[in-house]
């Protein structure tokens, strides 16, 4: 397993996968606690499942920084705020997740999460995530209504 792993860095380092992106120390670091902690259920691409149990979030995640209440959802979802990482570490993960499976929807003002914030945020969990994460979507689809 840890060769398999140490082949799939390698492999995606050499293709330029992990080149350097703002708040993000360590691209390999951040890409194998993406494949520990996200790719499970998201999948490699963040493709999400066919049934949408889970979540897209390719082509899509950046979105959520657009709307009042998406960046803090980001961290505070079960997911993030549950994972196994320090706060730093859980910033570099976003920071690189967001370049790499939604790079179009990140706004060209986006500030990279840092290690206060993410601590701040994860010491506030959300009450009802399904309801929380539905307001941000309907929130999100007004906004793409006013892009042409």
Not at 62 to 83: C, D, E, I, T
Request: hydrophobic share 45%.
């Amino acid at each position: 397993m840890k060769l398999r792993l140490v082949f799939a860095v390698l492999i995606f380092s050499m293709s330029g996968l992990n080149a350097q992106v703002e708040g993000v120390e360590n691209p390999n670091r951040a890409h194998v606690n993406y494949m520990l902690n996200c790719q499970g259920c998201h999948g490699p691409t963040g493709a999400g499942t066919a049934d949408g149990s889970v979540p897209v979030m390719a082509d899509f995640v950046g979105k959520f920084l657009l709307v009042p209440g998406g960046r803090s959802y980001l961290v505070q979802v079960p997911g993030s705020a549950n994972a196994p990482l320090s706060d730093q570490k859980l910033a570099e993960l976003l920071n690189w997740m967001l370049w790499r499976v939604s790079p179009k929807q990140v706004p060209d003002d986006f500030v990279p999460y840092n290690e206060e914030e993410v601590g701040r945020w994860r010491a506030e969990p959300l009450q009802d995530v399904v309801q929380y994460r539905a307001a941000l979507i309907d929130s999100i689809n007004k906004l793409d209504a006013l892009i042409p």
